[in-house]
């Protein structure tokens, strides 16, 4: 079941473990290129010592983002949080795992690489373990209102979303839909979240426990080995899904179930996790840069600040 949704993974665990020095890639005169190949070496990019990942708004503040970070070299990674504006800068926890959501009540929720949910302020004070048992969880997101959170569980071989208070306390276990929860709406009615064919997206009505697929009829312009990365948000309205392949960055309406591509992307550049600021204005990305010399693929990773409608994109510096 997870063995297309690994790809990423897989491609981000051999660059992030490599130490090897190469010659420079081939660089391609057009940004947007598609390679052809069967097999490639996957390798760092060559003078690239640190990737970024799963960025993600200050649900009260459109100027702050946290953000992840590996250093390659070090073999470490931590969740940051950044000032847009003044571009300050700082490491809240270490060694974290899949992607952290930040919610009103200034929490960040997260995975340490015990796969237990864990819970920290935003300036890094109060750790808190909130799963207390072996299962523990995965992919946590918060309820708007930061009195609850949705996670995965598995136990007995078998998957389970699991609701909790922002304490950890068990409220409800609904029925599985998705490995990879993305967000909670904003109106909070709906758990958006990757499909498991990994081609469309999901959204889980929490109340009525119906499951959505509002991309079923989509243009059908991408394939059914093209992966989402946790690419999935919400617009501030709770009627849009903002979503990405390596094709591109998409909306769909849920009430029309019409779905516009907004963005192109290719092998050469394209975008796996993303969050909307919560003013609707901006969305930011984590972004994947690929160069292809016939025989490396080398790979470097980013974070892309752009208006919400795929327009005035630019490359955030990060130290």
């Known amino acids: 079941m997870f063995n297309n949704a690994r790809i990423f993974l897989l491609s981000f665990l051999a660059v992030f473990f490599s130490n090897c020095k190469k010659d420079p890639p081939i660089i391609l005169p057009n940004e947007c290129a598609n390679f052809s190949y069967t097999s490639a070496n996957v390798q760092n990019w060559p003078g690239n010592d640190t990737n970024y990942y799963v960025p993600c708004f200050n649900p009260n503040n459109s100027n702050e983002i946290i953000y992840g970070k590996g250093i ?4 470490t990674s931590y969740i940051v949080k950044r000032n847009l504006l ?19 009540k200034d929490w960040i929720v997260f995975n340490h690489s015990d796969n237990q949910v864990w819970k920290v302020k935003s300036n890094g004070d109060s750790l808190t373990l909130l799963t207390k048992d072996m299962l523990g ?13 949705a996670f995965i569980r598995e136990g007995n071989a078998k998957y389970y979303t699991i609701i909790a208070d922002m304490d950890g306390n068990h409220l409800d276990t609904l029925p599985y839909f998705s490995f990879y929860l993305s967000k909670w709406s904003s109106n909070g009615l709906f758990i958006a979240a990757l499909s498991n064919d990994y081609v469309n997206v999901n959204y ?3 109340s009525s426990r119906k499951l959505f697929t509002p991309t079923n009829n989509f243009l059908n312009d991408h394939a ?8 999935i948000a919400w617009t501030p309205d709770s009627q849009y899904l903002i979503w990405a392949n390596q094709q591109g960055i998409y909306k769909t309406n849920i009430i029309t179930n019409v779905t516009q591509k907004i963005k192109a992307a290719c092998d050469a550049k394209y975008y796996t996790s993303l969050s909307v600021s919560p003013d609707g204005n901006k969305m930011i990305a984590a972004r994947v840069d690929q160069r292809f010399d016939g025989k490396n ?9 752009m208006n919400i409608d795929g327009t005035n994109e630019n490359m955030i510096e990060t130290r």
């Open 297 to 305: 693929l080398y790979i470097k990773t980013g974070l892309s600040l």
């Open 224 to 231: 059914t080995n093209l992966v989402f990365s946790d690419a």
């Open 72 to 75: 390659i070299s070090g073999k």
């Open 86 to 104: 003044t571009k300050s800068e700082t490491n809240i926890v270490s060694n974290w795992l899949r992607k952290p959501d930040w919610s009103r």
């Open 137 to 149: 969880g995965h992919n946590a997101v918060w309820s708007p209102d930061g009195n609850r959170i």
């Open 204 to 206: 889980f009505d929490v």
